[in-house]
């Protein structure tokens, strides 16, 4: 009998997560007005509060999960509130640390957009409109920066996951003899990347079944690029000892300093070693559509895969990542398996594009709706005025900051400019100024990343701890950057009153005893 009560009841069901039109217009009206006054007001916000974990933490209370519901127009306010104040905002003018772009409103619309049609953008029968826009998609960012428009390709996560997925293509694609993912036969599989790869390449190598053997690590020159003669040595040791080349990974635009390995030299050395090619380009990929891109940049055409980060510097919120392979038939050969649940192809006379074939995941959100949009908005030559925009900027801090006798410009490739901030009359004790400088720009990295006027990172260039600015932000102005070296040295000078007379007391305790 309580059965079939419940049964009628349903016949009106209304669930507690529903909502109706006008209410959902009411609350969509309120968040919208209030993210509108938040883009107008970000460049008078701090870059970020600074608060530590456990006072974030008290702000969202004590408490298990609730037995009853709260109107959600009292949780949509507090949770605009909790996440506007105590956020640290990568759109705002001022921050250039980890390479995540200012996200483009219209991919923020963009967003709520694809939420509200929830397609599955794992098969086209779940996902129709939604899998010819990645699809188009995946061709203009193809087209954007060079590569044939005919490869294949999707939307993931990020760079992490885009490299994996070229990783395993070429695994695939190269050493196809491999019997349990960890050797080729007797014949060990060995992976070329210079040393400043990104840790996507520790990852890839470890949850492949490698290992962190296969992974060789090729020295780089002055400049941060893989040196390719030492890439080629280095191969040819390898196959004299019995091991199986499969994969070199060239970087176009490292993390540290932006630097783009010499990708045509690598380029010929894969062909000569049948070797796959693939190039690591989630920051600097999209700056090969500037006319005067570089030879090493513009390279990457020659890659069998590329991995790229709309997220980075296309601009799109987060997440965002996006692999590139030139024949579309490594990734099915991958990815692609067929159990009995599926029924995907539904006997159309055309073949569509089932995405679950193409990468990892089976169920996959609708990324490209963001991506697209902001294309279509702004075009290549918006591109090309933003990306250019960046880097110019990048060379003006530069600039800037060797009119200051305080600061010490480092290096400068493509949006990345790194410095460090050396005080005047240090002692003359070379081996002891050298880690005393260490350690005061890494204290005044954390002391500047907490102050809220601007937000950077930093690098480790030839074991000097230095402080990196990585513009990928379209709000930046010229005024903004010319902000950071007054800021800099601000913070730098009360620093150095507070460390400078402790440490080397230290230093004189020390090479006394």
Known sequence: MKFLDQTLNLRYREAPLDMRGASFRTLGYGVIDKIADLFD??????????????????????????????????????????????????GHPRFWGYITASAAPI???????????????????????????????????????????SCGGLLVSGGNMANFVGFLAARKARASEQA?????????????????????????????????????????NAHQQMDPVALEKQIIADRAAGCLPFLVVGTAGTTSTGATDPLPEMAA??????????????????????????????????????????HKWLYSPLEAGCVLVRDPRHLVETFSHHPTYYNFNGGMEDSPINYHEFGLQNSRGFRALK????????????????????????????????????????TQNLSITTFRFVPLDLPHDPPAVAVYLNKLNEALLNCLQKSGEAFVSNAVVEGNYLLRSCIVNFRTTLKDVEALPEIVIKLGRQLDTEMRSQFFSIQNVLEAV
């Open 41 to 90: 007001e970000l460049p008078q916000r701090p870059v970020t509060t600074g608060e530590s974990p456990q006072a974030i933490r008290q702000l969202l209370g004590p408490g298990g999960l609730p037995e009853r519901g709260t109107p959600a127009t009292h949780l949509l306010e507090e949770a605009t509130e909790l996440l506007f104040d105590h956020s640290l905002f990568n």
């Open 107 to 149: 991919g923020v619309l963009a967003d709520l957009l694809a939420a509200a049609v929830n397609p599955n953008v794992g098969a086209f029968m779940l996902s129709p409109m939604a899998t010819e826009i990645e699809a188009q998609t995946i061709r203009w960012i193809a087209d954007l920066i060079g590569y044939p428009s």
């Open 180 to 220: 349990d993912g960890s050797s080729v036969g007797i014949r060990p599989a060995t992976v070329y990347v210079s040393q400043e790869t990104h840790t996507w390449i520790d990852k890839a190598a470890e949850l492949s079944g490698l290992g962190a053997d296969a992974v060789r690590w090729i020295t780089v």
């Open 269 to 310: 050395i894969c062909r000569k070693y049948a070797l796959w090619f693939h190039v690591d380009g989630a920051y600097g990929a999209p700056a090969a559509v500037l006319p005067d891109a570089s030879p090493d940049l513009l390279g990457l055409r020659e890659a069998d895969s590329i991995a790229l980060d709309p």
């Open 371 to 410: 991506v697209w949009l902001a294309l279509r908005q702004v075009g290549r030559a918006g591109y090309r005025e933003m990306i250019g925009d960046d880097i110019a900027l990048a060379q003006a801090l530069y600039a800037a900051i060797n009119t200051y006798p305080e600061l010490q410009a480092v």
